[in-house]
């Protein structure tokens, strides 16, 4: 079993600057992506930026340049700081652990987090 913590959301005026971050414990052996995803009022679920076991980054074009993603693999924990925010970030930020390999299981599982939200205003 695995839970993830959330933390770093709220409100922040457009221009500033947000560092969201994620804890995920219990029996982990590994985690392969490590990231975070959002959801805006009547809009689907999409990528934001994702980081690799290995540290490979990638982000999505709306955030490319003015965020950096970042993982400590000793303690599974993934850092987003967003920067130059705009009032189209607002959403719910969702921590996403993909591929997490526990204790006793034969194959990886992917375990999301409750979400947090993100508002920027004009």
């Known amino acids: 079993q695995v839970q993830l913590v959330e933390s770093g959301g709220g409100l922040v005026q457009a221009g500033g600057s947000l560092r969201l971050s994620c804890a995920a414990s219990?029996?982990?052996?590994?985690?392969?992506?490590m990231g975070w995803y959002r959801q805006a009022p009547g809009k689907q679920r999409e990528l934001v930026a994702v980081?690799?076991?290995?540290?490979?980054?990638t982000y999505a074009d709306s955030v490319k340049g003015r965020s950096t993603i970042s993982r400590d693999n000793a303690k599974n924990t993934v850092s987003l700081q967003m920067n130059s925010l705009k009032p189209e970030d607002t959403a719910v930020y969702y921590c996403?652990?993909?591929?997490?390999?526990?204790?006793?299981?034969?194959?990886?599982?992917?375990?999301w987090g409750k979400g947090t939200l993100v508002t920027v205003s004009s």
């Open positions: 996403a652990t993909l591929g997490v390999v526990v204790t006793g299981l034969r194959t990886g599982t992917d375990y």
């Open positions: 980081i690799s076991i290995g540290r490979t980054a």
């Open positions: 219990g029996s982990i052996i590994s985690i392969n992506h």
